[in-house]
């Protein structure tokens, strides 16, 4: 499909940027102009990411979600005021074909410039369980896009499609990595001396859960009673140190950093992965084919990781366990679950692959141009 100028709202987490960014690129492949309109506390280190790959951006005021505290009613109200005006001059000077809304009640401003400038809106939403911001923005949208089957479809006022979830074309073109492959890369980047012959716990997760990821399971894998394996785990920013030392007297080969751009080679490289399922994690598991056990984030609204993680779980590719139930002495047992059964774990990522929506970004954009 081609549009002359397409608007993409995708600010607030990185869950509502990097799915945006990769549409966006995907615009931008096919010959269209597009713009990204962001907002929140990442929003300028958003907006260079965005330039590096040659995509215009405008940057928003911030504003928090709305809530019962009157303090932040009215830093919302402030905000969508300021962003209402400036984006309404926006549409009005450029004269988008569209508006891609990807969640978030940070594209309220833009919503409602939509709406006075009589733009088309289309939402996406990230997660199985859709949101209250996209509920409330399907009263005016033509469609939604979601990126696994929704559990709430019939809450939203638009059609709803399962278009997949959008992940980064540098993803997508290594889905396909063979652990083999994944080893050696890793091997020459960090100096390891990691065997693709062995079985590989992948972690990460931690900045949202440093007692799970970085506590929980590093000594669950210190009592596990056998060497066999290796460990990759991602501890998340400032978690390094702590978790480190948990590992001290540990045997079995390790890499334990906070955090790295070159995820197709942990994925890759992976058996059995521990994650949190948040709407690109899940995704990208799919992609690439992995056994997981998912560790739900507990105070994500609705619990929509818990909808994510069911619905990969219903599939046969993981298996599910509350936050608070996740104790060192579960941790262990699940452990030695998957290094005394491959079959288990051999018949979860023969299953994962069943779950992926590949080129998802192309799917969502071929959906839009059906109407």
């Not at 330039?51 to 969508?80: C, E, H, T």
């Not at 083999?180 to 972690?203: H, P, R, W, Y």
Request: charged share 25%; with cysteine.
């Amino acid at each position: 499909m081609k549009s002359d100028r397409v608007f993409i709202s995708c600010g607030g987490t990185g869950g509502h940027f990097f799915p945006g960014l990769s549409i966006a690129r995907e615009l931008k492949r096919r010959g269209s102009e597009v713009k990204l309109l962001l907002s929140g506390v990442n929003s300028v280190k958003q907006s260079a990411d965005a330039a590096k790959q040659g995509i215009a951006s405008a940057v928003l005021p911030r504003m928090p979600s709305p809530g019962k505290n009157p303090l932040r009613l009215i830093q919302f109200g402030w905000g969508l005021a300021g962003g209402f005006f400036r984006m309404l001059r926006l549409f009005g000077r450029e004269r988008p074909d569209y508006l891609l809304i990807m969640g978030s009640f940070a594209s309220a401003p833009a919503y409602l410039a939509a709406f006075f400038r009589r733009v088309p809106v289309i939402l996406h939403d990230g997660n199985a369980r859709i949101g209250k911001a996209n509920r409330f923005m399907s009263r005016r949208a033509r469609f939604l896009g979601t990126a696994f089957p929704a559990v709430n479809a019939d809450a939203c006022r638009c059609r709803v499609l399962c278009t997949g979830m959008p992940i980064r074309p540098e993803l997508e073109e290594k889905c396909r990595i063979t652990k083999a492959e994944a080893v050696a890369g890793l091997n020459a980047e960090f100096g390891l001396d990691f065997s693709d012959k062995v079985f590989t716990f992948l972690i990460f997760g931690g900045s949202q859960g440093a007692a799970t990821f970085n506590r929980n399971l590093p000594e669950a894998l210190a009592s596990a009673g056998r060497n066999d394996f290796q460990v990759l785990h991602l501890t998340g920013k400032g978690k390094l140190e702590e978790t480190l030392k948990l590992y001290e007297k540990c045997a079995f080969p390790r890499l334990v950093i906070e955090s790295s751009p070159r995820m197709e080679l942990f994925l890759g490289c992976a058996d059995t992965v521990f994650c949190r399922s948040g709407g690109s994690s899940v995704a990208e598991l799919a992609l690439f084919g992995k056994s997981a056990v998912l560790i739900p984030y507990p105070y994500a609204a609705e619990k929509h990781q818990n909808d994510n993680a069911e619905f990969y779980v219903s599939s046969g590719a993981a298996e599910l366990i509350e936050d608070r139930e996740f104790t060192v002495e579960l941790a262990r047992e699940t452990l030695l679950k998957l290094l005394e059964d491959p079959d288990l774990n051999a018949r979860r990522a023969a299953a994962a692959r069943t779950a992926a929506k590949p080129a998802a970004a192309a799917a969502l954009l071929e959906q839009i141009a059906a109407l």
